[in-house]
């Protein structure tokens, strides 16, 4: 009888770890899923940048300025989270330059094809959903893989620790006042 019961126990036990390790790796594919869609949103933002650069409505330095910071942001490594995190600050940084007022952004309006300002709106903001979500991602992953049984049973397997990424994603402050 006493055997029994503690099979049962065992049983239970296995049942829990197999749901931590489940769901270890379900948060693992989500943050894979998560990276590519913020990979996706930034080629995206570098793709209107470079089309805003290439219009001929801005003047002639903030053009420059735009489209070599785009260039860069297009050619990082995206496996290479330290130097995207440098290039796409660095876009934002060209970005907050170059639209840092309500008039800036104005001139976006010019484009004839499309409402450029909202465009490029939207896709800074989708940039910071996209790291935002994987973010959270992470710390949730990070919270499951620092518990004592998952440690010491190896439940995440060989899957390195996943990191954070950290950049300035910030919405130049000229599209806030429209």
Do not use: K
Not at 51 to 77: M, Y
Not at 143 to 167: N, S
């Amino acid at each position: 009888m006493w055997w029994a019961i503690g099979i049962a126990i065992l049983l239970l036990f296995g049942l829990y770890l197999s749901q931590v390790a489940g769901r270890l790796d379900r948060l693992h594919l989500r943050i894979e899923s998560a990276a590519n869609a913020l990979e996706v949103q930034l080629a995206r933002r570098s793709g209107v940048v470079s089309e805003i650069a290439g219009s001929g409505i801005l003047d002639p330095a903030s053009s420059v300025v735009l489209g070599e910071a785009a260039a860069a942001a297009r050619e990082v490594e995206p496996d290479d989270f330290d130097e995207v995190s440098i290039v796409e600050s660095e876009l934002t940084g060209a970005l907050a330059a170059a639209f840092g007022e309500r008039e800036d952004v104005e001139v976006l309006d010019e484009i004839p094809e499309a409402p450029m300002a909202d465009v490029l709106e939207t896709a800074c903001r989708r940039v910071q959903l996209a790291r935002r979500f994987h973010n959270d991602a992470v710390r949730s992953c990070l919270a499951i893989r620092q518990r004592r049984l998952v440690q010491m049973f190896g439940l995440a397997g060989h899957t390195p620790l996943p990191t954070t990424i950290e950049l300035d994603d910030a919405v130049p402050a000229g599209f806030g006042s429209r």
